[in-house]
């Protein structure tokens, strides 16, 4: 059970809220995965309705470079963004098919 926080870093505005983005995502598939994701993203503070592709192989929330930072504090895993990604991408749909 890993949580994971990329280093994508692409400057945006999103809504309201211009910053720096990275990605936040479990490596677990299917529900043991969201539970995790979800859990870790209160504990961020983040809004679970924030969630991207919820339920899916790609599901994650997108984070500031701040939250990013506190993310890394709580435990996260720093990974690269692109490869790394892919890779936990690929095999949470071999184990789930979507």
Known sequence: MTIYIDDMRLPATV???EGVWSHLL??????EGHAEL?????????ETRWIQNEGTATEHFDVTEPTR??????G??????GREVARITMA????SGR
């Open 15 to 17: 809504g309201p809220v």
């Open 26 to 31: 479990s490596d677990l598939p299917g529900e």
């Open 69 to 74: 930072q506190r993310a890394l504090a709580l």
């Open 38 to 46: 979800l859990d870790f993203a209160r504990r961020l503070g983040l």
């Open 76 to 81: 996260a895993t720093p990974i690269r963004y």
């Open 92 to 95: 949470k749909r071999a184990v």
